[in-house]
């Protein structure tokens, strides 16, 4: 038994399946896969599959990873081309590779945020980036109070550990770097939400989670 | 490909992936290539309609050919209505993301009356005219089929045509025509005077009925060529009919997520409540071989890890032993697991008990349907307390401690004992557990009797029968509740309101349209959801549209009565109705097919064979 890490990108239609449907999906593709999976001894026999950090519905990324336990001695090439045309429509496997990180030490997030607006882009950016200057940036939050949720006021700068604007032809591309991980964790929807609400024209937005970084900077692989 | 409108509502909506198409296996096609665009729709939500095996039969035999492109439509929940009526999006099928007015031929699975709004609200979001009349151009056809085509008079002025019987046999039959009639620019009536001739066809327009002044039916005219009796189709050999290689597989949890096999149509039983067990008539059994094959390469093509064996009544398959040793000879290796709904008590053998213990353990879940002898004699459930008690036993000592009853409250003849009667029967289930030696060691039982109210429900015995009030079922929940003095018995009940409204529509006439449209028009649509059911609404229709629901549910009819539904032919003779339904009344049980045919004529449609007689011969 060995344990790989399985690389996936998750665009388009698929950023519509959540967390928990997309955990059978590939148990699904894996078994379709016909790939040796390693099995729980238990009552109750089942395969050993983790997900590094769940993705927020409606997002799409092109960093996901899967950690599964296997058997056999299939090499990670043979993984990937078993795996690789058995993936439902939307997921594409990029890699499979040997874990080196623990999922445990994520502690950041790369997101680019695309604003597609009707009029001028320009106005856009300039509005991100006043907001983005200013010392405070107030947003709700829901957390947890014990077993209730709650409405928390947070400051994003605080959070915002790097961003860049740029203009992507008719697009205002907004990259930034957040808490991602399982002490914290700050969604980019807040921030792009917060931008949609206050900018006068109608924008929509759609996020794309790029990378994800450890305490250190360093990319989780 | 849904469109870039519907892209900007998916975030607003709970659980988009309903709408977006693109699953596992769903078919793709170019639709400049096809000569024909159907529909396939599904009057529910999108969990529910996606677990329902006629819809991948049905879509995967369509797009076997190559001059048909299948798609699928389900019911948008009130949420994403609301997002598309705002926007003005029509409704669009999950494959191409087309609006439903582009197809050729819309067809929708009657499953059940209470979808029959959802039906008009579904032909609304897509523009489509609710009433057949409404819409003159040759397409979109509307089609219906399922088992409430049995009786789809409530639904005859919405509809163009109804496929009667097994729609495996008729699809292909329906397209040709339609095929035939677009290359040659006929006319809609030209369209409908031909397919009445196909056989299990109905086109409700090519009838007229006729009243009598106390409201009862006088007359069925049929117009033109339309034949006057309608005979539904049936597949003769399940094992060269088509089926399905590859389910479609969601990415959202739908109810049942698992490879689905039917192991026999029809049913050898004669429950006399039991409409499927009738109207699926004759018994054809699929071979294990078959079955085996086709499930082997299910699992393969979806990564299900999960078989369910489907059927009316599972354990009468007469080779599911055999079934059962061929199935676990890969599925224990591939750790795919085996449930087997639908159990008899009477014929739960030990060795199936064992080949159960092999597989995940799930609950146990039986009906006895009536909690007195007399009761299930009168209803030919034909099956004894000491059977059940005994497979109580046997489920007790082979480890299980949950059992779940299903019975039915309001059956003909039942009396406040019969009531009582049911949680005595609960109690004895209960006490068979503790005066066990072999039960499992530091856990309690728990007995879950539900209960349903009986619908009286055409094509059967029961088809002439008042049905109980809403007061007077009301009356008996609460007797039920008063003899449960445990709880290790608990009970769950079914709306009796909800039951009320499905028995008009089972047994409803023509009349009835305006009342669904009404209904509609002011809000009810998903009326089997409890938070969607408008009761006041309904009310409210009935008497605007001065009809009395209590005709259809609260009277008895005489057997000489017209039905509504007596123009349409399931093969069951309405004299082996008649005798069944006597006997009824002197609870006298009939015993099952295999044991001796009891003459209700379904073989007659099948050429003569029935599965159940060849068994009685040999």
Redesign the interface.
């Known amino acids: 038994m060995r344990c790989v890490r399985v690389w996936f990108k998750k665009m ?3 950023r ?3 967390h ?3 955990m ?2 590939m ?6 896969a016909k790939i040796p999976l390693w ?1 729980t001894e238990g009552f ?2 089942h395969p050993y599959i983790t997900f590094a950090l769940p993705l927020s ?2 997002m799409e990324s092109l960093c996901e990873s899967m950690d599964m336990r296997i058997e056999g001695d299939s090499t990670n090439e043979e993984i990937f081309l078993m795996l690789k045309s ?1 993936m ?3 997921i594409e496997i990029t890699d499979v590779k040997d874990p080196v990180h623990d999922p445990k030490k994520i502690t950041f997030g790369e997101f680019d945020i695309f604003f597609d607006c009707e009029k001028g882009t320009d106005e856009l950016v300039s509005l991100i980036a006043e907001m983005l200057n200013s010392d405070e940036l107030i947003v709700q939050k829901l957390g947890k109070k014990g077993r209730h949720k709650v409405l928390k006021d947070i400051n994003l700068i605080e959070f915002i550990k790097e961003y860049k604007i740029g203009k992507l032809g008719d697009r205002v591309k907004l990259t930034v770097i957040l808490p991602a991980g399982s002490t914290t964790n700050v969604n980019p929807s807040l921030l792009a939400d917060e931008i949609q609400k206050r900018y006068a024209e109608a924008v ?1 937005y759609s996020i794309v989670r790029k990378q994800l970084l450890l305490e250190n900077a360093e990319r989780f692989e | 490909m ?1 469109s870039k409108e519907v892209e ?1 509502i ?2 607003l909506v709970q ?3 309903r709408y ?5 296996n769903s078919v793709v096609k170019d639709k400049s290539k096809v000569d024909l665009r159907y529909a396939f729709c599904f009057p529910d939500s999108y969990e529910i309609g996606m677990s329902h095996l006629g819809i991948k039969i049905l879509y995967s035999g369509a797009n076997a050919r190559e001059d048909v492109w299948c798609e699928r439509v389900f019911a948008p929940w009130h949420d994403m209505e609301k997002e598309m009526r705002e926007r003005n999006i029509p409704l669009y099928a999950l494959e191409s993301g087309d609006p439903l007015s582009e197809f050729d031929l819309i067809g929708f699975t009657l499953q059940y009356e209470l979808s029959y709004t959802n039906v008009l609200n579904m032909l609304d979001l897509a523009g489509i005219p609710v009433r057949a009349k409404d819409r003159t151009a040759l397409t979109p056809i509307v089609v219906g089929g399922g088992p409430c085509v049995c009786n789809p008079e409530p639904m005859a002025d919405f509809f163009d045509i109804f496929s009667l019987g097994d729609g495996e046999e008729i699809s292909d039959e329906i397209f040709d025509l339609l095929i035939d009639c677009k290359k040659n620019g006929s006319t809609k009536a030209e369209f409908l005077e031909k397919a009445a001739q196909i056989k299990g066809v109905y086109v409700p327009s090519l009838y007229d009925i006729e009243y009598n002044e106390d409201g009862t039916i006088g007359k069925v005219v049929p117009k033109g060529a339309a034949p006057e009796k309608v005979t539904k189709r049936v597949v003769a050999d399940l094992d060269k009919v088509h089926y399905p290689e590859k389910f479609i ?1 969601p ?3 739908v109810v049942h ?1 698992r490879v689905v096999h039917e192991i026999l149509r029809g049913c050898i039983r004669g429950c006399r409540f039991c409409q499927a067990g009738f109207i699926y008539r004759p018994i054809r059994e699929k071979s294990a071989d078959t079955i085996n094959t086709q499930c082997r390469r299910l699992c ?6 999960e078989i369910s064996l489907s059927s009316l009544s599972t354990s009468d398959y007469t080779h599911l032993e055999e079934l059962m040793e061929k199935l676990l000879e890969w599925t224990e290796k ?2 795919v697991n085996i449930a087997l709904p639908s159990l008899r008590v009477d014929n739960f053998s030990e060795k199936l008990m064992g080949y159960l213990s092999r597989v ?1 353990r799930s609950g146990l879940t039986f009906a006895p349907e009536a909690g007195t002898q007399r009761l299930r004699d009168a209803i030919n459930k034909n099956v004894t307390e000491e059977e059940m008690l005994s497979t109580a036993r046997k489920s007790f000592s082979g480890g299980w401690t949950a059992v779940k009853l299903y019975f039915m409250l309001g059956l003909p003849t039942e009396t406040y004992d019969d009531v009582a009667g049911i949680a005595e029967l609960a109690q004895k289930v209960v006490n068979e557990f503790y005066n066990n030696p072999d039960r499992p060691k530091g856990k309690g039982v728990q007995v879950s009797i539900s209960v349903a109210s009986f619908v009286p429900k055409p094509f059967t015995p029961f088809q002439w029968e008042a049905q109980d009030t809403i007061d007077e079922l009301i009356r008996k929940q609460e007797h039920l509740l008063s003899n449960v003095r445990t709880k290790k018995i608990s009970v769950s009940y079914h709306k009796v309101n909800i039951s009320f409204l499905e028995g008009v529509f089972a047994r409803g006439d023509r009349r009835l349209c305006d009342v669904v449209e009404y209904a509609w028009r002011h809000g009810c649509k998903f009326d089997s959801w409890d938070d969607s059911f408008l009761f006041d609404v309904w009310l409210e229709a009935f008497e605007k549209c001065g009809i009395d629901p209590l005709f259809y549910t609260s009277r008895k009819r005489d057997y000489e009565e017209i039905l509504p539904w007596d123009h349409l032919d399931y093969g069951i003779r309405k004299q082996f109705l008649i005798k069944e339904s006597k006997k009824a009344y002197e609870s006298e049980t009939t015993p099952h097919c295999r044991i001796q045919c009891a003459g209700c004529g379904s073989n007659m449609i099948n050429g003569g064979k029935c599965d159940a007689l060849c068994q009685s011969m040999v």
């Not at chain 1, 148990?27 to 379709?32: D, F, H, P, S």
């Not at chain 2, 977006?20 to 596992?24: D, H, M, V």
């Open positions: 388009g239609m698929s519509y399946v959540s928990l449907d997309l059978r999906a148990t699904r593709a894996v078994r379709r099995y109750n026999p519905l409606g058995s439902p429509p939307g929509t | 849904i900007k998916l975030p659980k988009p992936g977006t198409g693109g699953e596992l597989v990415f959202v949890e997520d393969e093509s979806t990564g299900y890890d591939d750790k995940r």
